[in-house]
C-alpha cells in the first residue's frame, strides 16, 4: 500500500501529509505490505548474497540487512 493511502487513517492528517512531503522519495512510491498473520521465513534472508561475495573474495564479508529505523521509519501508524 502506498503512504499516501494512510492519509484518512492518520490522527492528525495535515502533520501527517507534512511528513510525507518531507520524505526523501515521494510518497506515493514509498509502498509498504500490510500484515495480517504470523511472519515466518521459508528460507534463509541472506545466504544467496554471501554465497556470491565467498567467490568474489576471501576476505571476511558483511551482508547488509534492514535495520529497525529503515523497518519503522514511516511505519507509525497503528
Do not use: C, N
Not at 514509498?30 to 498473520?37: E, I, M
Not at 548474497?49 to 535495520?67: H, N, S, W, Y
Request: glycine content about 6%; cysteine-free; hydrophobic content about 45%.
Amino acid at each position: 500500500m502506498p503512504l499516501t493511502d494512510l492519509l484518512p487513517l492518520a490522527d492528525d492528517p495535515v502533520a501527517f501529509e507534512a511528513e510525507l512531503r518531507a520524505l526523501d522519495v515521494p510518497a506515493g512510491e514509498v509502498r509498504h505490505p500490510g500484515v495480517f498473520g504470523r511472519i515466518r521465513r521459508s528460507r534463509p534472508i541472506a545466504v544467496h548474497e554471501l554465497d556470491f561475495m565467498r567467490t568474489q573474495t576471501q576476505l571476511p564479508v558483511k551482508v547488509a540487512l534492514p535495520g529497525p529505523y529503515l523497518l519503522t521509519r514511516t511505519m507509525w501508524i497503528d
